[in-house]
């Protein structure tokens, strides 16, 4: 069987059995529209007119295909947490699981027409309203997530803590690990950093904000009315700051995003320094998944922090 055609068979099926389209709906046509980091993209449309994004994703000796559909999964529970909040839109997850060719998994989601964010009026001050209503949002009390995620391809754990400097040491100490042996030049200052992170957190009162956890600026968009559409999350409820680090290490967001966040969201004490860790955690992962290009801007990071 085709891609095409498990992808017509198996996400039909299960679109069917959730109620997202009718009992006499099926996927009609399914148009490859290009591939992310990690998995490739269709366009599907239904025999109603409804369309549909489908992400699939092969199994292969590295990521088996229960892990796939655990990955998809993930991401499923972290767009519903997202839209949950009514603060921000993302594409509504419908289903996940995997192809009836028995080696792909999928998820699909809402398709969302997305358009430039370049020269889109005010996207920016609107992104930055409202990721910190995002950050203002509710939540449950405790820092982590339902699930665990990946971060990139990275495995990143969300169990439950109700401490955030703890939760970011055992964090940051897991990309740290990952680094050690072939990096070692990293040990040292990295070390002393997880030591003394107490220190960069002393009179705040933090409390769990959802992080979309990789908002990086591929992972926004702007839809057909420039409203700032969050795509590809890794969420978890951490401090507000974190989602700032990743949004410093590839920069695209101009002060429009940055007066309207810290209208609502006022920067704290100490605030440059913790948005450096934040941002190190990613220049480490970066580290982990694509080699030494990273190593300097991940030794420099940790030296400003260290100053
Ligand atoms: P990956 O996990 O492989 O990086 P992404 O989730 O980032 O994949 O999706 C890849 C691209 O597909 C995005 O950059 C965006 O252009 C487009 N895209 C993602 N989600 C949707 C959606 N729900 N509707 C329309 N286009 C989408």
Known sequence: MTLTDAIKRTVTEKL???STIAKDEVLESVENIGGGCISDAYLCTSSNGKQIFV???ESS???TLDEVVEMFGSEAKGLKALDDTHTIRV???YVYGALDNDNYGFLAMEYISLGSKYGASGVQRKLGEQLADLHLAKGPGQFGFECDN???STPQVNTWCPDWI???RRRLAYQFDLAS????QLNKPAQQLLDKLDTYFEGLDIRPSLNHGDLWSGNWAVDDNDNPVILDPAPFWGHSEADLGIMKVFGGFDSNFYDAYHAKIPKEPGYQ???NIYALYHTVNHLNMFGSSYLSSSMSLLSQILQ
Not at 181 to 184: D, K, L
């Open 166 to 168: 703890e939760f970011l």
């Open 273 to 275: 320094k913790r948005v």
């Open 181 to 184: 042996s072939r990096y070692p």
């Open 91 to 93: 594409p509504t997850p």
């Open 55 to 57: 992400k699939t994703c």
């Open 16 to 18: 069917q059995q959730s």
């Open 150 to 152: 990946t971060i990139g």
């Open 61 to 63: 000796p590295k990521q």
